[in-house]
């Protein structure tokens, strides 16, 4: 069957949501979502939203901040656009009915974070991205030109390349035409068009064994586009939270850095305190720097975690200010009121992603990108604490007039969309060794966290690259042979998105921000001073006799 829809957004979190609400004035959108509609990255994002809503702030001070934590990668352009847009791109969803905490008869409570000079970080108690969330969808649900496809997965791009030989991949002759997508409460294959198609899958935490993401986040963004040819940046920069909860059942439950912004302090167990003598920010230095540290303290102590001690604040102040953080912990036997909580780093936020311009554009025409699955250049080698909601907010709304005008001006060919064939399963079976596919996924992740985690070195790099080359191989066979799920999906995108960081970590030959090298530990601004850049080439077409674009080699 074939879907047509002006607007096609995959994702469902801030930067999708946004961008389907503001397209929808102009033609019908279908939203494609892995799971249910809320179940995004958002909807989890805990500390809040930076923005500089102060008297005694400014944007040259957000500016300043964000740079100075992103460690000379960020692209000034679109900070200056993300910190001097935030203000009115927060109001917008204020008017919506988005409720952010307030001190009585005063301003926004705002809150601080890691790197930032001022407190800037808008909040709603500890719950400020199922605020945004749930605003945003309950706009969605009101318009009528909007259709959300819940469950159902993007496989693949349609672009005129996979069509039409003499186009290469990503070239400026190239535009995406659509997408196959898998319902997979069904098993059925849709084939979808659409004039103008946004990417904002989020980001792939799943890649390592521990991290504060949910489960959707597996890379698909990154991985489908990569595929197709579509630019991919400074993927080695994957940051890790210094603070998730250590409990064998809490799956690195995230424990705010505004808890530290509200004077909570690291300890070793023996209660020693160490972040002085990291940096002059101490416990609320950068993430970089912390969770470095962290790592470096277990590593010497040979301890399975640290403390995060917040008993310095009144019960009633904690239960308020984090009730959502204070409830969890006690489910987990913590009371955090009393005693200091056990804590270690886990893998948290992609900073690198599919490279767009100030718009949100891809290097392929009518394809768009927004939020994590991005890069934008906000980040640089490491991001500053609650810029990532801004993100998503501000390009969203900016990739609305050119999308719009793209949509407009161009329509599709209909020769073209005739060209496209459903889906053919072709020779495939249902699979009897599901076994091969929860292996592979363990194993994916169990060795990016050992060897491509928050120190690494090239003999380890190295070995990572030999594995996941092998995995993408098998990978790559089973994808042919067998019919395919939702399972086997997420794991061959999260091996190309496993091999896309390793790819960046053994060319960026420095150490910078989120990226240390143990061979190369000093940061080389003569020669890296500059983003790591990738580009598929393989060239497949989709013809009734492959199609299923198996283009990765
Ligand atoms: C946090 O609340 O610590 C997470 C905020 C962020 O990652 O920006």
Redesign the pocket.
């Not at 005693?339 to 599919?354: I, N, Q, R, T, W």
């Not at 003999?459 to 939702?486: G, P, S």
């Given at each position: 069957m074939t879907i047509a829809k002006d607007f096609i957004v995959i994702g469902s979190g801030v930067a999708g949501l946004t961008f389907a609400l503001k397209v929808c004035k102009f033609g019908s959108v279908g939203i494609i979502t892995k799971d249910a509609l809320e179940e995004s990255a958002t909807k989890y994002?805990?500390?809040?939203i930076?923005s500089v809503m102060a008297e005694d702030d400014s944007f040259d001070l957000h500016v300043k901040d964000t740079m100075e934590t992103g460690r000379g990668l960020c692209h000034e352009d679109f900070v200056r656009i993300a910190c001097g847009e935030g203000p009115a791109r927060i109001r917008e969803l204020i008017e919506l009915g988005a409720k952010f905490d307030r001190v009585r008869g005063a301003g926004f409570d705002l809150g601080k974070?890691g790197g930032h000079s001022k407190r800037r970080i808008l909040h709603a108690n500890?719950l400020?991205g199922w605020e945004i969330e749930r605003t945003l969808i309950e706009a969605v649900q009101a318009q009528e030109n909007i259709e959300i496809f819940e469950h159902h997965m993007a496989i693949d791009l349609i672009t005129r390349a996979r069509l039409e030989e003499d186009v290469q991949p990503g070239s400026p002759q190239d535009e995406a035409l659509g997408l196959y997508v898998l319902d997979h409460k069904t098993q059925k294959v849709e084939t979808m068009v659409g004039g103008i198609i946004l990417l904002a899958t989020g980001g792939a935490g799943k890649v390592y064994v521990y991290t504060?993401n949910p489960d959707t986040a597996t890379g698909d963004g990154v991985a489908v586009a990569y595929r197709a040819g579509a630019q991919i940046a400074n993927m080695e920069f994957f940051?890790f939270?210094p603070?998730c909860l250590f409990h064998p059942k809490a799956k690195s439950f995230?424990?705010?850095?505004?808890?530290r912004g509200e004077g909570g302090v690291l300890r070793l167990q023996n209660g020693n305190t160490f972040m002085e003598s990291y940096h002059p920010l101490g416990c609320l230095a950068p993430?970089d720097v912390v969770a470095r540290a962290i790592d470096y303290e277990m590593k010497k102590s040979g301890d399975d975690y640290v403390l995060l001690d917040v008993t310095h604040l009144e019960g009633y102040r904690i239960r308020e200010r984090f009730p959502n953080i204070y409830k969890t912990c006690l489910d987990f036997g913590f009371d955090m009121s009393r005693e200091p909580l056990p804590v270690v780093p886990a893998a948290?936020?992609m900073c690198g992603g599919l490279v767009v311009d100030v718009s949100g554009q891809t290097n392929i025409k009518r394809l768009f990108a927004s939020g994590e699955v991005c890069f934008s250049g906000l980040h640089g080698a490491n991001?500053?604490?609650?810029?990532?909601?801004l993100e998503g907010l501000v390009l969203s709304h900016r990739a609305v007039e050119k999308a719009v005008g793209i949509f407009k001006e161009s329509k599709l060919s209909k020769t073209l969309l005739e060209q496209i064939p459903e889906w053919d399963p072709g020779s495939a079976v249902d699979s009897d060794e599901s076994v091969v596919v929860s292996h592979n996924w363990d194993e994916i992740r169990r060795l990016m966290w050992n060897y491509v985690g928050i120190v690494r070195s090239t003999k380890r790099l190295k070995r990572a690259e030999r594995r996941i080359q092998l995995l993408l191989e098998e990978i790559q066979e089973y994808y042919w042979n067998f019919k395919i799920t939702k399972d086997t999906l997420e794991l061959r995108n999260l091996t190309i998105t496993a091999q896309l960081i390793i790819q960046g970590a053994l060319t960026r030959k420095e150490s910078r921000g989120l990226h240390y090298n143990l061979d190369y530990p000093e940061t080389d601004d003569k020669h890296w001073k500059q983003d790591t850049v990738f580009q598929n080439r393989v060239h497949r077409l989709i013809t009734q006799t492959n199609p299923r674009i198996v283009t990765h080699e």
């Amino acid at each position: 069957m074939t879907i047509a829809k002006d607007f096609i957004v995959i994702g469902s979190g801030v930067a999708g949501l946004t961008f389907a609400l503001k397209v929808c004035k102009f033609g019908s959108v279908g939203i494609i979502t892995k799971d249910a509609l809320e179940e995004s990255a958002t909807k989890y994002a805990q500390g809040g939203i930076a923005s500089v809503m102060a008297e005694d702030d400014s944007f040259d001070l957000h500016v300043k901040d964000t740079m100075e934590t992103g460690r000379g990668l960020c692209h000034e352009d679109f900070v200056r656009i993300a910190c001097g847009e935030g203000p009115a791109r927060i109001r917008e969803l204020i008017e919506l009915g988005a409720k952010f905490d307030r001190v009585r008869g005063a301003g926004f409570d705002l809150g601080k974070e890691g790197g930032h000079s001022k407190r800037r970080i808008l909040h709603a108690n500890d719950l400020t991205g199922w605020e945004i969330e749930r605003t945003l969808i309950e706009a969605v649900q009101a318009q009528e030109n909007i259709e959300i496809f819940e469950h159902h997965m993007a496989i693949d791009l349609i672009t005129r390349a996979r069509l039409e030989e003499d186009v290469q991949p990503g070239s400026p002759q190239d535009e995406a035409l659509g997408l196959y997508v898998l319902d997979h409460k069904t098993q059925k294959v849709e084939t979808m068009v659409g004039g103008i198609i946004l990417l904002a899958t989020g980001g792939a935490g799943k890649v390592y064994v521990y991290t504060s993401n949910p489960d959707t986040a597996t890379g698909d963004g990154v991985a489908v586009a990569y595929r197709a040819g579509a630019q991919i940046a400074n993927m080695e920069f994957f940051q890790f939270h210094p603070t998730c909860l250590f409990h064998p059942k809490a799956k690195s439950f995230l424990i705010s850095e505004t808890v530290r912004g509200e004077g909570g302090v690291l300890r070793l167990q023996n209660g020693n305190t160490f972040m002085e003598s990291y940096h002059p920010l101490g416990c609320l230095a950068p993430r970089d720097v912390v969770a470095r540290a962290i790592d470096y303290e277990m590593k010497k102590s040979g301890d399975d975690y640290v403390l995060l001690d917040v008993t310095h604040l009144e019960g009633y102040r904690i239960r308020e200010r984090f009730p959502n953080i204070y409830k969890t912990c006690l489910d987990f036997g913590f009371d955090m009121s009393r005693e200091p909580l056990p804590v270690v780093p886990a893998a948290h936020y992609m900073c690198g992603g599919l490279v767009v311009d100030v718009s949100g554009q891809t290097n392929i025409k009518r394809l768009f990108a927004s939020g994590e699955v991005c890069f934008s250049g906000l980040h640089g080698a490491n991001r500053l604490a609650s810029n990532s909601l801004l993100e998503g907010l501000v390009l969203s709304h900016r990739a609305v007039e050119k999308a719009v005008g793209i949509f407009k001006e161009s329509k599709l060919s209909k020769t073209l969309l005739e060209q496209i064939p459903e889906w053919d399963p072709g020779s495939a079976v249902d699979s009897d060794e599901s076994v091969v596919v929860s292996h592979n996924w363990d194993e994916i992740r169990r060795l990016m966290w050992n060897y491509v985690g928050i120190v690494r070195s090239t003999k380890r790099l190295k070995r990572a690259e030999r594995r996941i080359q092998l995995l993408l191989e098998e990978i790559q066979e089973y994808y042919w042979n067998f019919k395919i799920t939702k399972d086997t999906l997420e794991l061959r995108n999260l091996t190309i998105t496993a091999q896309l960081i390793i790819q960046g970590a053994l060319t960026r030959k420095e150490s910078r921000g989120l990226h240390y090298n143990l061979d190369y530990p000093e940061t080389d601004d003569k020669h890296w001073k500059q983003d790591t850049v990738f580009q598929n080439r393989v060239h497949r077409l989709i013809t009734q006799t492959n199609p299923r674009i198996v283009t990765h080699e």
